[in-house]
Protein backbone atom coordinates (compact mmCIF):
# COMPACT_ATOMS: atom_id res chain seq x y z
CA UNK A 1 0.00 0.00 0.00
CA UNK A 2 0.87 3.53 0.25
CA UNK A 3 0.63 6.47 2.43
CA UNK A 4 -0.81 9.93 1.57
CA UNK A 5 -1.08 12.56 4.20
CA UNK A 6 -4.08 14.23 4.96
CA UNK A 7 -2.78 17.60 3.93
CA UNK A 8 -1.15 16.46 0.90
CA UNK A 9 -2.28 18.04 -2.48
CA UNK A 10 -1.67 15.35 -5.33
CA UNK A 11 -2.25 17.29 -8.88
CA UNK A 12 -3.58 14.84 -12.42
CA UNK A 13 -2.42 12.11 -13.88
CA UNK A 14 0.00 11.34 -11.31
CA UNK A 15 1.27 7.96 -11.11
CA UNK A 16 2.43 6.24 -7.56
CA UNK A 17 3.89 2.64 -6.77
CA UNK A 18 3.66 0.43 -4.19
CA UNK A 19 5.67 1.57 -0.44
CA UNK A 20 5.58 5.10 -1.56
CA UNK A 21 5.04 7.80 1.64
CA UNK A 22 3.97 11.04 0.92
CA UNK A 23 3.92 12.15 4.69
CA UNK A 24 5.23 14.84 7.43
CA UNK A 25 8.03 15.64 8.89
CA UNK A 26 8.26 15.34 12.45
CA UNK A 27 8.22 18.47 14.66
CA UNK A 28 10.56 19.80 16.98
CA UNK A 29 9.63 19.65 20.88
CA UNK A 30 5.67 18.76 20.23
CA UNK A 31 4.91 22.17 17.80
CA UNK A 32 1.27 22.43 17.23
CA UNK A 33 0.39 22.09 13.66
CA UNK A 34 -3.31 22.29 13.76
CA UNK A 35 -4.99 24.05 10.89
CA UNK A 36 -0.95 24.30 9.09
CA UNK A 37 0.21 22.01 5.97
CA UNK A 38 1.99 19.05 7.41
CA UNK A 39 2.37 17.43 3.83
CA UNK A 40 3.61 17.65 0.38
CA UNK A 41 2.80 19.01 -2.73
CA UNK A 42 2.69 17.06 -5.61
CA UNK A 43 1.98 18.55 -8.98
CA UNK A 44 0.82 17.49 -12.14
CA UNK A 45 2.13 14.85 -14.29
CA UNK A 46 4.65 13.24 -11.29
CA UNK A 47 5.74 9.53 -11.13
CA UNK A 48 6.71 8.25 -8.17
CA UNK A 49 8.61 4.99 -8.00
CA UNK A 50 8.34 1.77 -5.47
CA UNK A 51 9.42 2.71 -2.02
CA UNK A 52 9.60 6.67 -2.05
CA UNK A 53 9.37 8.88 0.30
CA UNK A 54 8.74 12.28 0.29
CA UNK A 55 8.24 14.52 3.44
CA UNK A 56 7.17 17.81 4.55
CA UNK A 57 4.38 20.61 4.30
CA UNK A 58 6.74 23.04 1.92
CA UNK A 59 7.79 19.95 0.02
CA UNK A 60 6.72 20.89 -4.03
CA UNK A 61 7.31 17.81 -6.77
CA UNK A 62 7.35 20.10 -9.89
CA UNK A 63 5.22 18.94 -12.41
CA UNK A 64 6.51 16.76 -15.50
CA UNK A 65 9.01 15.02 -12.76
CA UNK A 66 10.02 11.26 -11.51
CA UNK A 67 10.83 10.44 -8.45
CA UNK A 68 12.87 7.21 -8.55
CA UNK A 69 12.79 4.43 -5.88
CA UNK A 70 13.77 4.13 -2.58
CA UNK A 71 14.30 8.07 -2.43
CA UNK A 72 14.15 9.90 0.27
CA UNK A 73 12.73 13.53 -0.46
CA UNK A 74 12.65 16.13 2.15
CA UNK A 75 13.02 19.67 0.10
CA UNK A 76 11.38 20.89 -3.32
CA UNK A 77 12.64 19.64 -6.31
CA UNK A 78 12.00 21.82 -9.99
CA UNK A 79 9.71 20.87 -12.57
CA UNK A 80 10.65 18.62 -15.54
CA UNK A 81 13.53 16.88 -13.33
CA UNK A 82 14.37 13.13 -12.27
CA UNK A 83 15.89 12.08 -9.25
CA UNK A 84 17.60 8.95 -8.63
CA UNK A 85 19.18 6.86 -6.06
CA UNK A 86 22.77 6.39 -6.40
CA UNK A 87 24.52 4.78 -3.47
CA UNK A 88 25.97 7.04 -1.92
CA UNK A 89 24.67 9.97 -3.56
CA UNK A 90 21.08 11.48 -4.89
CA UNK A 91 21.12 12.27 -8.27
CA UNK A 92 19.07 15.51 -9.59
CA UNK A 93 18.51 15.50 -13.57
CA UNK A 94 16.87 17.96 -15.17
CA UNK A 95 15.44 17.33 -19.03
CA UNK A 96 18.04 19.47 -19.88
CA UNK A 97 20.78 17.13 -18.54
CA UNK A 98 21.45 19.62 -16.09
CA UNK A 99 23.02 17.16 -12.95
CA UNK A 100 23.29 18.30 -9.36
CA UNK A 101 24.39 15.83 -7.39
CA UNK A 102 23.74 15.08 -3.14
CA UNK A 103 26.68 13.02 -1.01
CA UNK A 104 24.87 11.03 1.50
CA UNK A 105 26.42 10.59 4.73
CA UNK A 106 28.04 7.05 5.55
CA UNK A 107 25.56 7.43 8.99
CA UNK A 108 22.53 8.08 6.55
CA UNK A 109 22.75 5.61 4.29
CA UNK A 110 19.96 3.11 5.70
CA UNK A 111 17.12 5.88 4.45
CA UNK A 112 17.54 4.16 1.27
CA UNK A 113 18.16 0.87 2.27
CA UNK A 114 14.64 -1.78 2.07
Do not use: C
Not at 6 to 11: H, N, R, V, W, Y
Not at 41 to 70: F, K, M, P
Not at 79 to 85: A, D, E, L, P, W
Request: aromatic share 8%; hydrophobic share 30%.
Amino acid sequence: GIVVGETSIIGKNVKIYQGVTIGALSTRGGQKLSGKKRHPTIEDNVTIYAGASILGGETVIGENSVIGGNTFITSSVPKNTRVSMKNPEMEYRTYENKVKKEEIAQSEEWYYII
